[in-house]
Structure formats: structure tokens, C-alpha cells
């Protein structure tokens, strides 16, 4: 058996986990799922499936990764040797192989913004809707950006677990803070910011219907990498001594924390300029904000461009940290499974998914017209990958921890062998055990009827 490698610090092991968590989706998605759902009862709803739910799913992943310590299609089958139980490691690197085909032209589209911003040409007036479908529908430019987003996962995942993704999560998380921190400050001193924060933390509870709460459970299990083998495969370079229930706490909260500060910094912004729309998806990002930036600090133009950079910048480094442990899921399993070294494993890993990410990219331009149940080739895998696949396996992996594996495995695993006290272990196998599994069945059903 070859040795493997660890997280070398508890500190590290808990960045990296954040790393994988804060994403794109804290930064735009969660903003805009606020603003669209009742604000302040959104993000009530959304802390209750954080507490409720993610955070037993998480610890139940971190109990199979750190248990076999493996990639996670052999922590399965070791687990449940021979059995249908299996698939579910399989479902896990599947689903991040998809994600990150599609994850990379995303980030490549904030690091052709942060280019931008740098340069100074963001800032020129213009007409931000037309140019960024300009932007997203060239046949290379997307997958240029894509590909270079890729180059720099690539790099840092083919170094290994502590001299690429620890030593990469432990500087750039810390930043990353520190620029969440200056931008929610700049945000406050806007003109009109309290607009913007009034419209965030007003519970508007008229408009919560069982659809919202059902966007609550997706963004909480998408936000905090779920069901994607991605945090299983972390965990399994846990040491003994890392407490596994206190770093699923810790990770949750440091990606509330950002997700609620996002929308802190967005939509004071967004208020503090007249006549703006707040658009949905992509558009927030890449089309309401440009423009913002632009009018926000009227005739200092030079404030609007740091803005934009530190808000491109914070957006790419949070890609990338995600974007690393995707990559990490698929590569551990060609590493381990195929066995050939790392950095091998890495470039096939990162041509294929490069292979993928091109026909994403190009199903906003050239293909667009090619559709499979109305959806083009992006939002097709985002539906399997996050409508599907994920809940599916989140259902899995809770009956399977709570009901397969034998209660004082999982009970040694999250005492650290007896030596640390949980008290609400009870709790936590009803809850993987009953709560979590049938109330992601509904929201599958209903996301099916949709
Ligand atoms: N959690 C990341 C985000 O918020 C996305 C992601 C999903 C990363 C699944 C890894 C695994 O953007």
C-alpha cells in the first residue's frame, strides 16, 4: 500500500473544506436567490436547512472519507464491498467531473471581467448586456479564459494535497476575507445603502412558498459542495485527531458567513444607483454590477475600477478554491485507482474536463440551437449534476451512514474513538436517518414535476 498524504494542520483542513464550499455560489448565486424570495425569510429558511441538513450531510461525508481513507469510489467499495452501495462513490466523481466542466467556463468569465476591470476598459460606457452575450457566444474567447482558469486549478491540484491545495487555501482564504471585509465596508458608505440593506433584511414572508424552501435546500447543499465526493475526498487526508463534527460547524458557518456578506456588499451597491435593475443568474454578475461600478462613484471614475477589480478578484479566488476540490475528486480516484502518478492523473483529469467545458461554452454561441428537453448542452448538465444527480446521492449517503454502516463505526468516527463527547449523536442519526432523506425526496419530486 502506497502512503498517502494528510492535510498537515487542523487550520489547513478546515480552509480547504471552506475553500471547496465558498464558490460562485456563495458570491453570486445566494444574492440573487435573497432578492428574488422574500430576503430576510429566505435566508431565515436558508440558515434552518444549513443547521438541519447540511451540516449532518457533511458530517456523514466526512465520517466515509476520513474512515477509509480514499478517494471516494474506493471508500464506497471498501465500505460495502460487492454491494449496490457502490454507485454511490461513482455518482459522487461523476457529478464533479460534470460541475467542473461547466464551473471552469464560469470562472473564465470572471477572469476575462477581472482582465477587464484591470485594464480599465470595464469602466468605459457601454451597453453591458449586449456586450457580455457578445462576450459568452464567441466560438473561443470563453474557452480561452476557461482554459487558462483551468491552467492555474490544474497547477495547484497537480502539486498535492499539502504543497498545492493546503498551502493554496491557507493564504488565499485568509485574503479572500480581507476583501469580503473591504468591499462590505465600501458597500456601507454608498449613497443609498441603507435602501439596499433594508430590501435584504426585510422578511417579506408572503412570498415563501414550498418552491422557496425548496431553493433554500438546493442552494444550501450546492453552496456547501454536497454529495460530490468533494468533501468526502477531503476527509479522507483528515488526520486522526481532526474533529470531524467542529469542522463541519466551522465550514458551514465561515460559508453562510460569506454567502450573507455577499449579499451585503451587492445590493447596497446595486440601491446606491438609480434606474438599475437587479437582473437574475449571470446577469447580476456580469451585467448589473458593470454597470454599477461604473455610475456608483460618480466622477471618480478610479474608485469604480478598484471596486470592480477587488469584486472580480474575490468572485475568481473563490472559484478557484471550489473549482480545486471538484478537480481533487476526480483526480484522487485516477491517481489511486489507475495508479499513475499525480501530476499524470491531473492533465487527464484537466483535458477532459477542458474537452466538456468546450462544448458548454460553445452551447451559448455556435450550438446553441442544439437541444436535449429544451436545455442546451450548459444548463443540460447543470440540471443532471445539481437537479439530479446531487439530491439523489445526498439521500444515498444519509441511509447509507445511517442505516448501512454499523452505528459504532459512524459513533467512533465522530468521537475520535470514544475520545471526544457528542451529545447530540442521537440527534444526528435521526436526522440522517429519517429528516434529511425524506425531505430531499420531496424536493426531488417536485423538482421533477417542474
Ligand atoms: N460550493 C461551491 C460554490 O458555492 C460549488 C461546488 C459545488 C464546489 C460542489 C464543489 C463541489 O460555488
Not at 15 to 38: C, D, H, I, K, Q
Not at 103 to 124: A, E, H, P, R
Not at 338 to 359: K, N, Q, Y
Not at 408 to 437: H, K, S, W
Request: with cysteine; charged share 10%.
Amino acid at each position: 500500500m502506497t502512503t498517502r498524504s494528510n492535510f498537515g494542520s487542523k487550520l489547513g483542513a478546515v480552509l480547504a473544506a471552506a475553500g471547496s464550499a465558498v464558490g460562485l455560489g456563495n458570491v453570486w448565486r445566494f444574492p440573487t436567490e435573497v432578492g428574488n424570495n422574500g430576503g430576510a425569510a429566505f435566508i431565515l429558511i436558508y440558515l434552518i436547512c444549513v443547521l438541519l441538513i447540511g451540516v449532518p450531510v457533511m458530517i456523514s461525508e466526512f465520517v466515509v472519507g476520513r474512515h477509509t481513507h480514499a478517494n471516494t469510489i474506493t471508500a464506497y467499495k471498501r465500505l460495502a464491498p460487492g454491494s449496490w452501495w457502490r454507485i454511490e462513490g461513482v455518482a459522487g466523481v461523476f457529478v464533479a467531473f460534470l460541475i467542473l466542466s461547466y464551473y471552469v467556463i464560469i470562472s473564465g468569465w470572471t477572469l476575462y471581467y477581472l482582465v477587464q476591470s484591470c485594464l480599465g476598459t470595464l469602466s468605459v460606457a457601454q451597453d453591458f448586456k449586449a456586450g457580455f452575450s457578445a462576450f459568452i457566444a464567441h466560438p473561443w474567447w470563453p474557452v480561452v479564459y476557461g482554459c487558462i482558469f483551468m491552467g492555474f486549478t490544474h497547477l495547484v491540484v497537480a502539486r498535492g494535497v499539502q504543497s498545492g491545495i493546503e498551502r493554496f487555501s491557507k493564504v488565499m482564504m485568509p485574503l479572500l476575507l480581507v476583501i469580503i471585509v473591504v468591499l462590505v465596508v465600501c458597500s456601507f458608505n454608498m449613497p443609498g445603502a441603507h435602501d439596499g440593506l433594508r430590501f435584504l433584511l426585510k422578511p417579506d414572508f408572503s412570498k415563501v412558498t414550498t418552491r422557496v424552501m425548496l431553493s433554500a435546500m438546493g442552494q444550501a447543499f450546492f453552496s456547501l459542495s454536497l454529495a460530490m465526493g468533494c468533501l468526502c475526498t477531503y476527509a479522507s487526508y483528515f488526520s486522526s485527531d481532526t474533529r470531524l463534527v467542529r469542522t463541519a460547524v466551522n465550514v458551514s458557518l465561515i460559508d453562510t458567513l460569506v454567502a450573507i456578506m455577499s449579499g451585503f456588499i451587492i445590493f447596497p451597491a446595486v440601491f446606491s444607483v438609480q434606474g438599475v435593475q437587479v437582473d437574475e443568474g449571470p446577469g447580476l454578475v456580469f451585467i448589473t454590477l458593470p454597470h454599477v461600478f461604473q455610475m456608483a462613484f460618480h466622477g471618480v471614475p478610479l474608485l469604480g475600477s478598484v471596486f470592480s477589480v477587488l469584486f472580480y478578484l474575490l468572485l475568481l479566488l473563490a472559484a478557484l478554491t471550489s473549482a480545486m476540490s471538484l478537480h481533487e475528486s476526480v483526480t484522487a480516484y485516477v491517481h489511486e485507482a489507475a495508479h499513475v502518478s499525480r501530476p499524470r492523473a491531473s492533465v487527464v483529469v484537466s483535458v477532459a474536463c477542458m474537452l466538456l467545458g468546450v462544448a458548454c461554452s460553445l452551447s451559448f454561441g455556435p450550438w446553441s440551437g442544439f437541444r436535449v428537453f429544451g436545455m442546451n448542452i450548459f444548463e443540460l448538465f447543470d440540471f443532471a449534476a445539481s437537479k439530479v444527480i446531487m439530491l439523489l446521492s445526498g439521500i444515498v449517503i444519509c441511509l447509507f451512514v445511517g442505516w448501512k454502516l454499523d452505528r459504532q463505526l459512524v459513533y467512533d468516527e465522530v468521537t475520535n474513538g470514544g475520545t471526544l463527547r457528542f451529545r447530540l449523536f442521537r440527534l444526528y442519526l435521526f436526522l440522517i436517518r429519517y429528516v434529511v432523506p425524506i425531505v430531499i425526496g420531496v424536493i426531488f419530486v417536485n423538482e421533477l414535476r417542474q
